[in-house]
């Protein structure tokens, strides 16, 4: 089953131009999606509005390199390692399903454009990486389906309750599951159930791509945009019109805020974890 190229043993009944039209016409329904959700809910035009309106009260100016710097930060941090989850468990499982996603697809691309017949054998490891990305995703995608969803994880609801904003994770997890099953079915020769299976792999991938409107999948384009903002208006000072992070021992905060001494002592201790203390479960 890992050695086997799917894709080319499907092109005995369907046509590769028809599984490369099928690959370039769901790419254009990402790209029309996001515009579409772009124009719907004003993201770009909040974006560079608010981008000229922390640049009026900038207290610095951040030059090319050092933008080229914080670009190179939000690669590493934001985008490359998800630094921005604090919760492990969340982490891993945003990686493991955007790693797996992204070889996923990168695979099917490649094996549908570069060998999707038998004539045109792919190297072993295309295959390979192509049921691996699914178990990723699969695995990734699970875990945040049954154990972390913060409705479930903290608010005590159950696993099964279905809201339009899910249409992207389960869309995600039934192209996974459905896909590495059509593999399996087809490799052990099962043909009913390799059709069968074959079909709701084809529902969920279109499911996916073209609900990009409705769902988290356009995100993922904005999220690096916002990260890099963010950092920008930190260096800049502007910090979003937001006051800066005081330090409550020195004598200058305290003399802009007299009562932290009175309240508080002139050494005010580290006030701890707080929220993070523990886990949300008081449902």
Request: hydrophobic share 50%; charged share 15%.
């Amino acid at each position: 089953m890992l050695m086997n190229n799917p894709f080319s043993e499907l092109s005995s009944f369907i046509s590769p131009m028809v599984m490369q039209g099928y690959v370039i016409l769901m790419a254009l329904l990402v790209v029309g999606g996001t515009i579409l959700d772009m124009i719907h809910k004003k993201s770009a035009q909040y974006f560079f509005e608010n981008a000229k309106k922390a640049k009026k009260s900038a207290k610095r100016s951040v030059g090319a390199g050092e933008k080229a710097s914080i670009a190179v930060h939000v690669l590493v941090q934001e985008v490359l390692t998800s630094g921005e989850f604090c919760n492990v468990r969340r982490r891993l499982s945003h990686l493991l399903t955007m790693y797996g996603f992204i070889i996923f697809v990168a695979t099917t691309a490649i094996m549908i454009f570069g060998y999707p017949t038998s004539a045109t054998p792919a190297p072993a490891i295309l295959p390979q990486l192509w049921h691996i990305g699914a178990l990723m995703l699969a695995v990734g995608g699970y875990w945040f389906w049954f154990f972390i969803r913060v409705d479930v994880s903290a608010e005590g609801l159950s696993w099964y309750r279905i809201e339009r904003a899910d249409i992207f994770i389960l869309s995600l997890l039934t192209t996974a599951t459905f896909g590495l099953i059509w593999s399996f079915a087809q490799s052990q020769g099962i043909a009913g159930w390799s059709t069968l299976f074959l079909v709701l792999f084809i529902v969920s991938n279109t499911t996916l791509f073209a609900t990009v409107l409705w769902s988290k999948f356009a995100h993922m384009f904005f999220k690096p945009a916002a990260a890099f903002q963010k950092r920008v208006t930190r260096a800049d000072e502007s910090r979003e019109n937001l006051p800066a992070d005081y330090d409550l021992t020195d004598p200058k905060v305290q003399a802009l805020f007299p009562d932290i001494p009175q309240y508080m002592g002139k050494k005010p201790a580290y006030m701890g974890l707080g929220i993070k203390r523990e886990s949300p479960n008081h449902y």
